[in-house]
């Protein structure tokens, strides 16, 4: 420990970078690959979408085998055809996204409870480009893990499907639009919880609210009598989702530009008040 | 230069900081001194455009520090030992801020090396003692080379190694023309280290001078008498401007008179004097008496139980 290594560097006065863009996004990326807590969520994610769809197929397996007494019953399935297959490789995403939104409101949250905000934001006083930077590295990620799952899914239940004479057509429209879609979902469902992680600065309370939202207002609004909530539903984020990716839509429901916009209302509203929120309040 | 106008932080009912103005010059260390809750973390926060004053304003050179084109190179700071995510290790908490200025990493291993971290860099930053989680600090406030150095309570938890190291750090920065401001609640370390105090209490400037000024205090001598004849010594010395307190039997502190006053009057009075003794008040005094109305908990030690006298939490 001497001072002398102090006599080092630039000469003062000289124009040096500053935080650019670019450099900001890279240090979120290392921010972000630096956590084991990343690492560990982003494979369970993996192993819930591949778990499940190996499930699914199978489930589905054994149902049609079980069917095959049943002519009733065996239409049925054969009526669904390809469409029951196409789902099994997106068939985990409603605990991914929960993981995937959870992972983002730590990211966000971990910053204001481990007191890292303060190095973060004295290196970035203008806060904004730090946030953008960060929602770009988490929305990213979330598209990137929930397609290559799903991929990943697709392999692992393409043998098991095989064993019941059934495959996926991958290559089918629905099947793309399933898989795209629904990394652009999931991304979304991060940029909410990244939004709440930085209005509540709270680990504990952002995941809460994430899962309030995804998971118990669902299924409290279809216990819940009454023509409101019926209606209500159809404008929660799972169902906006569902309703896009569903190729035989029920009667009153939203077209699928409409639903595509009230999901993007679910993300801008909750970030643009994350960002204000972050430039003026105190850190 | 931090030149600070007026600045104002209202939390709620309380006043932080209270409307206070100073200016942190280059080429010396200059100590920010108080008690705890004083406003000390809370003004280097508004330096480093953390907190948003209720009012009044502070650049650093000139500009306020959020509207540095290259904030990293321009301040360190070290504004809280525990501003890092603990699950990262030391080396990629300070890639990941480097990379906002392009910082090279050999800068990154030169400052790791600079504090002494080389050892326990590898390793995640939960398991840091006080003193390593304050190395790590010194080692970001280091990063980009900046012309201006915030240190916020650099010496607590160090060992006596660490301390005499952040002095000497903070005198060679100071030496070389950069602006050095640090806080601390120890006297004793202040008069170890700083050039210039600027003491706070209650979020008030109580004090804003060279160090050597605060110890004489307002040029007032003191001077310590023990005699046989106190009572008599206490009528003939009460003048305007000289008070005597008895501090025991024969032993009296007059202040306000040069000692060689005192020992003219009692010989003129024939009084015997077998003690005088001029006093200089150490650092430590001169803070209490800055301080002692401002302190925000007192210690109060009651017969039966310790009140609590505390006014206001802690901001």
């Known amino acids: 420990m001497s001072t002398a290594a102090l006599q080092s560097s630039r000469p003062h006065g000289t124009a040096a970078p500053g935080p650019s863009f670019l450099r900001v996004l890279n240090s979120e990326f290392i921010k972000f690959r630096t956590l084991l807590s990343t690492l560990i969520l982003v494979g369970s994610t993996v192993l819930v979408m591949v778990g499940f769809a190996a499930l699914n197929a199978w489930g589905i397996g054994q149902f049609s085998e079980a069917s095959r007494n049943d002519p009733q019953a065996a239409a049925a399935f054969a009526a669904q055809g390809a469409d029951l297959t196409a789902g099994i490789p997106t068939s985990g995403i409603a605990f991914a996204q929960l993981i995937i939104g959870s992972l983002a409101v730590l990211l966000m949250s971990s910053e204001f409870t481990t007191g890292m905000a303060r190095s973060t934001f004295s290196a970035v006083p203008k806060r904004t480009p730090a946030f953008i930077a960060k929602l770009l590295v988490v929305t990213a990620c979330a598209f990137v893990v929930t397609v290559a799952s799903s991929l990943l899914a697709y392999v692992a239940a393409t043998p098991i499907l095989d064993n019941y004479g059934f495959d996926i057509d991958l290559g089918s429209d629905h099947s793309r639009r399933l898989l795209l879609v629904s990394g652009v979902y999931v991304a979304a469902v991060a940029a909410i919880g990244m939004s709440l992680g930085t209005l509540l600065r709270n680990s504990a309370g952002g995941i809460m609210s994430l899962v309030g939202l995804f998971f118990v207002v669902p299924i409290a609004f279809q216990l819940i009598p009454g023509e409101f909530f019926e209606e209500a539903r159809k404008y929660l984020p799972d169902s906006l989702f569902e309703r896009i990716v569903t190729a035989a839509p029920a009667e009153d429901a939203l077209e699928v530009w409409q639903a595509w916009t009230w999901l993007g209302v679910w993300v801008v509203v909750p970030v643009a008040a994350a960002m204000i929120i972050l430039k003026k309040r105190d850190v | ?315």
């Open chain 2, 1 to 315: 230069m931090i030149e600070a106008t007026g600045l104002t932080k209202v939390y709620g009912e309380k006043t932080a900081v209270d409307g206070v103005s100073f200016t942190v010059q280059a080429g010396r260390v200059t100590g920010f001194l108080g008690p705890n809750g004083a406003g000390k973390s809370t003004t280097m926060r508004m330096i480093m455009g953390l907190d948003r004053p209720t009012s009044g304003s502070v650049t650093v050179n000139g500009v306020p520090f959020a509207q540095h084109a290259a904030p990293l190179r321009e301040v360190g700071s070290l504004l809280d030992a525990k501003a890092v995510h603990t699950g990262r290790t030391a080396y990629n908490h300070l890639l990941a801020m480097a990379a906002t200025h392009s910082i090279p990493r050999k800068r990154v291993q030169e400052v790791i090396e600079m504090t002494g971290l080389g050892e326990v860099a590898r390793k995640k930053v939960k398991g840091f003692s006080l003193g390593m989680g304050q190395r790590l600090g010194i080692a970001a406030a280091l990063l980009g080379d900046p012309q201006t150095i915030i240190l916020d309570e650099p010496v607590n938890g160090l060992d006596p190694e660490g301390v005499v190291w952040v002095r000497n750090l903070v005198k060679y920065l100071a030496s070389e023309g950069r602006t050095v401001f640090l806080s601390s609640h120890l006297m004793s370390e202040m008069a170890m280290t700083a050039d210039h105090l600027i003491v706070i209490g209650r979020g008030r400037i109580i004090a804003d001078a060279p160090i050597g000024e605060i110890i004489t205090g307002k040029g007032q001598s003191r001077a310590r008498v023990r005699t046989d004849q106190p009572e008599q010594l206490m009528r003939l010395l009460a003048d305007d401007g000289v008070s005597v307190e008895v501090q025991d039997h024969e032993l009296l502190e007059v202040t306000g008179l040069p000692a060689r006053d005192i020992a003219r009057t009692a010989l003129d009075n024939r009084i015997m004097v077998y003690e005088l003794t001029p006093l200089q008040a150490s650092l430590e005094e001169a803070y209490m008496e800055l301080t002692k109305d401002e302190v925000e908990y007192h210690s109060l030690i009651t017969t039966g139980a310790a009140a609590p006298t505390q006014t206001g939490g802690q901001q």
